[in-house]
């Protein structure tokens, strides 16, 4: 099962868009679907056609994450395994339905992994360190909390290897710039700028109400993370410098944002998945690099055959 999707053939893609059809178009017939409070309800957008639209962005974002996967070197033989992961763990919450900050914050780490990856020298540039800047800027606004990766993103500065004081400074400037031209827009439109009342607010330990069922479903999900992370470090014991810092950028990526997730309090549970990107290039990785061939494919089916699982039993529990 696990080698159809060891190669990106066209019929590869036809079965992703036919995962993604499967998981997505039932949610169109409900009539109480659960869309939390960051939902953009747009005045020209009905929710029907908002879930539609969505469906390319995820669409986009898994061939997005896939072509990163690709290009990282990770392994010898092309695959479409990341697009798959993804498209299922983002339709595990309702919240990756609709268009929201759950869908713009997946799309903002993806273009950080993005411009990440595509460091090619032994230096970080410039442009590098004020884009990065400018999106965690952003992502802070939204989420006041993100603020507490900076500390993450000055290692990921330092480990490529800047020897100078330019990169954090612009880095810095980036943010303040992006804060700028958002509490700019806000003050003009006459809108309230409450981002410090929402950082206390959304900061601390989170308690959400979750079933026996969804404890079982993320205990699993748990597993095979904790399976890629351990994968990510066999993977860099024989890496060369570039592919190094390819996973530690995902490593860091994740740590970063899960200490989010840890530390967002009343917010939806859709919006602090947004350590999943990481998380699903590091499954992917725990998916192929097991050489016992039955071993991988009975794990990689339970992982497609839970998933599918998990999203029907949340369709029928929303019907």
């Given amino acids: ?6 190669n990106q053939r066209p019929y590869t893609v036809l079965i992703l868009i036919a995962v993604l059809l499967l998981t997505r178009i039932p949610f169109l017939f409900l009539e109480n679907v659960q869309l939390g409070n ?3 309800g747009l005045n020209f957008l009905s929710l029907k056609l908002s879930m539609i639209l969505t469906m390319f962005i ?6 997005w994450i896939n072509y990163l996967f690709t290009n990282a070197n990770f392994f010898e033989d092309k695959t479409v395994i990341p697009a798959l992961v993804w498209i299922l763990l983002s339709a595990f919450d309702e919240g990756f339905l609709v268009l929201g900050f759950p869908v713009l914050s997946s799309t903002l780490l993806i273009v950080i992994l993005q411009i990440l990856m595509n460091i090619k020298g032994s230096m970080i540039s410039l442009q590098a360190c004020f884009q990065l800047g400018i999106i965690v800027g952003t992502l802070s606004y939204f989420h006041p909390i993100t603020i507490i990766v900076l500390p993450f993103f000055i290692f990921i500065i330092y480990f490529f290897n800047t020897l100078g004081v330019r990169e954090y400074l612009l880095f810095f400037m980036a943010i303040a710039l992006s804060f700028f031209w958002i509490w700019s827009y806000l003050f003009l439109n ?16 989170p308690l959400y109400t979750i ?6 479903i993320w205990s699993v999900v748990l597993l095979f993370v ?6 990510m470090f066999l993977l860099m014991r024989s890496a060369f410098t570039k592919k ?3 996973i530690i950028s995902i490593l860091v990526l994740f740590l970063s944002f899960t200490l989010i997730c840890l530390l967002s309090k009343d917010w939806d549970f859709s919006n602090i998945m947004m350590c999943l990107v990481p998380a699903s290039m590091m499954i992917s990785v725990f998916l192929l690099i097991i050489r016992k061939r039955n071993l ?3 794990l990689f089916a339970t992982f497609v055959l839970g998933s599918f699982g998990t999203i029907v039993t949340k369709w029928v529990v929303s019907f």
């Fill in 1 to 6: 099962m696990l080698n159809i999707f060891k």
């Fill in 38 to 40: 960051t939902y953009w």
């Fill in 58 to 63: 995820v669409f986009g974002q898994a061939i």
């Fill in 190 to 205: 006459n809108l309230k700028i409450d981002w410090l009342e929402r950082l206390m607010n959304n900061s601390g330990l």
């Fill in 211 to 216: 079933s026996i069922e969804e404890i079982i």
């Fill in 226 to 231: 904790i399976g890629g992370f351990s994968s």
């Fill in 244 to 246: 190094k810092k390819n």
């Fill in 296 to 298: 991988a494919n009975i």
